[in-house]
């Protein structure tokens, strides 16, 4: 039986392996769970949904914690790991500082390293930082490189990277959507009515928390918000507040006077889900709801100057806004000021079917095959 080591550190990494997890599993592969916890609360609280449990916890998370401190504690916890146990490969996915620090130490062992969502890029190494460098990075060294759309496959091929170890799976967030039962979003319904979040057709769902747009960006993004709830005071503004101080602070100081607008804590991923399937706008820095937006045929402003994830800028199902106060309003009001059926999504979700794991489990097989 094959040793498979799966590592991550965050949400929406937790999000996106825990369908290949699950599916390995189906597939009797022996694996071990490793959580780096550099998103502790966030990372452990996702994984329960999903009913895994981590075997292996490395607490490399500290408050206001900088980049360096943080990749020397993951490769020294890393270290460890490695030492004590013997693995076949590891999986990792997307761009964050435990994705790459998983891959080196793999690397520097001599194990395969499988890459999820492989070949996003912007080509800009400041935007998103570091993301695309931990990306890049990591490509160097992956053996599989599981790549969601042919867009990434192509940016893989363009870097040399061996067309025999890139495959176009699609992304694996929109298997984890169909993993929710309606148990679970019933359930939802009733958090949002006790905590007094009216949910109808007026409901407008705003995520931000990217480093890049921290500092005066985030003060703009604010401004934005504050027209929005003051001219459509009928919709409800729903703010699952990121807990970095750098936007926590700034939104609650400011946001929380008004009525119409909900500040709430992280949530749940099946709340948030349930969101995004009620939502009549969603604005967003995040990179994983624009690629689950469009399942819910829900349009969505893309609140950077780059993104990774164009193809959804090509279907049609979302808007590159930056966090640029006029193109912030001008697009919302063109959805806001119209009934909510009259903007639903027709185009198919470009990131995916529900189907991802499946395939790359298939790949996987196939690999230890030969
Ligand atoms: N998410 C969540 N609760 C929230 C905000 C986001 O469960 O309050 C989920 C979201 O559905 C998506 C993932 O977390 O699957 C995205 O994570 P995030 O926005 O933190 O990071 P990014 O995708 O930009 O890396």
Same mark, same amino acid.
């Given at each position: 039986?094959?040793?498979?080591? +799966?590592?991550?550190? /965050?949400?929406?990494?937790?999000?996106?392996?825990?369908?290949?997890?699950?599916?390995?599993? #189906?597939?009797? @592969?022996?694996?071990?769970?490793?959580?780096?916890?550099?998103?502790?609360?966030?990372?452990?609280?996702?994984?329960?949904?999903? &009913?895994?449990?981590?075997?292996?916890?490395?607490?490399?998370?500290?408050?206001?914690?900088?980049?360096?401190? =943080?990749?020397?504690?993951?490769?020294?916890?890393?270290?460890?790991?490695?030492?004590?146990?013997?693995?076949?490969?590891?999986?990792?996915?997307?761009?964050?500082?435990?994705?790459?620090?998983?891959?080196?130490?793999?690397?520097? %062992?001599?194990?395969? +390293?499988?890459? +999820?969502?492989?070949?996003?890029?912007?080509?800009?190494?400041?935007?998103?930082?570091?993301?695309?460098?931990?990306?890049?990075? /990591?490509?160097?060294?992956?053996?599989?490189?599981?790549?969601?759309?042919?867009?990434?496959?192509?940016?893989?091929?363009?870097?040399? =990277?061996?067309?025999?170890?890139?495959?176009?799976?699609?992304?694996?967030?929109?298997?984890?959507?169909?993993?929710?039962?309606?148990?679970?979003?019933?359930?939802?319904?009733?958090?949002?009515?006790?905590?007094?979040?009216?949910?109808?057709? %007026?409901?407008?769902?705003?995520?931000?928390?990217?480093?890049?747009?921290?500092?005066?960006?985030?003060?703009?993004?604010?401004?934005?918000?504050? @027209?929005?709830?003051?001219?459509?005071?009928?919709?409800?503004?729903?703010?699952?507040?990121?807990?970095?101080?750098? =936007?926590?602070?700034?939104?609650?100081?400011?946001?929380?006077?008004?009525?119409?607008?909900?500040? !709430? %804590?992280? !949530?749940? @991923?099946?709340?948030?889900?349930?969101?995004?399937?009620?939502?009549?706008?969603?604005?967003?820095?995040? &990179?994983?709801?624009?690629?689950?937006?469009?399942?819910?045929?829900?349009?969505?402003?893309?609140?950077?100057?780059?993104?990774?994830?164009?193809?959804?800028?090509?279907?049609? +199902?979302?808007?590159?806004?930056?966090?640029?106060?006029? #193109?912030?309003?001008?697009?919302?009001?063109?959805?806001?000021? #119209?009934? #909510?059926?009259?903007?639903?999504?027709?185009?198919?979700?470009?990131?995916?079917?529900?189907?991802?794991?499946?395939?790359?489990? %298939?790949?996987?097989?196939? @690999?230890?095959?030969?």
């Amino acid at each position: 039986m094959k040793n498979i080591l +799966v590592i991550f550190g /965050t949400r929406p990494e937790v999000i996106k392996l825990a369908p290949v997890i699950i599916e390995l599993k #189906k597939h009797n @592969y022996n694996v071990v769970i490793c959580n780096t916890e550099q998103q502790k609360e966030l990372s452990n609280q996702t994984l329960e949904y999903f &009913g895994l449990k981590a075997d292996i916890n490395l607490d490399c998370m500290r408050e206001n914690q900088s980049l360096i401190s =943080v990749q020397s504690r993951i490769l020294t916890a890393l270290d460890k790991v490695f030492e004590e146990n013997s693995f076949d490969a590891t999986i990792v996915q997307g761009d964050t500082m435990t994705v790459l620090c998983s891959a080196l130490a793999s690397y520097y %062992k001599k194990i395969p +390293v499988f890459h +999820v969502e492989a070949g996003l890029r912007s080509y800009d190494i400041y935007e998103p930082f570091p993301e695309e460098i931990m990306r890049q990075m /990591t490509t160097r060294v992956a053996e599989l490189n599981f790549a969601p759309t042919e867009k990434n496959k192509h940016a893989l091929l363009k870097e040399n =990277v061996s067309p025999d170890k890139i495959f176009v799976t699609g992304n694996t967030v929109i298997d984890a959507l169909f993993c929710l039962s309606d148990k679970i979003l019933d359930s939802a319904a009733e958090f949002f009515e006790r905590n007094n979040v009216k949910i109808d057709d %007026k409901l407008v769902l705003i995520t931000a928390h990217r480093r890049e747009n921290h500092g005066t960006r985030i003060d703009r993004i604010i401004d934005a918000i504050e @027209y929005l709830a003051n001219e459509y005071s009928d919709h409800s503004f729903v703010i699952p507040v990121h807990p970095n101080p750098n =936007v926590h602070d700034k939104i609650h100081s400011r946001l929380s006077k008004y009525p119409q607008i909900k500040l !709430l %804590k992280p !949530l749940e @991923y099946p709340y948030l889900v349930y969101l995004m399937k009620n939502a009549k706008l969603i604005l967003t820095d995040s &990179g994983g709801i624009q690629e689950e937006a469009p399942s819910f045929g829900c349009p969505t402003l893309v609140m950077r100057y780059e993104t990774e994830r164009q193809e959804g800028i090509d279907a049609g +199902v979302s808007i590159l806004v930056g966090a640029d106060y006029d #193109k912030i309003i001008d697009f919302s009001e063109e959805i806001l000021s #119209k009934p #909510k059926n009259l903007s639903r999504l027709q185009a198919q979700n470009p990131y995916g079917d529900g189907k991802s794991s499946q395939k790359i489990v %298939k790949i996987i097989k196939n @690999y230890f095959a030969d």
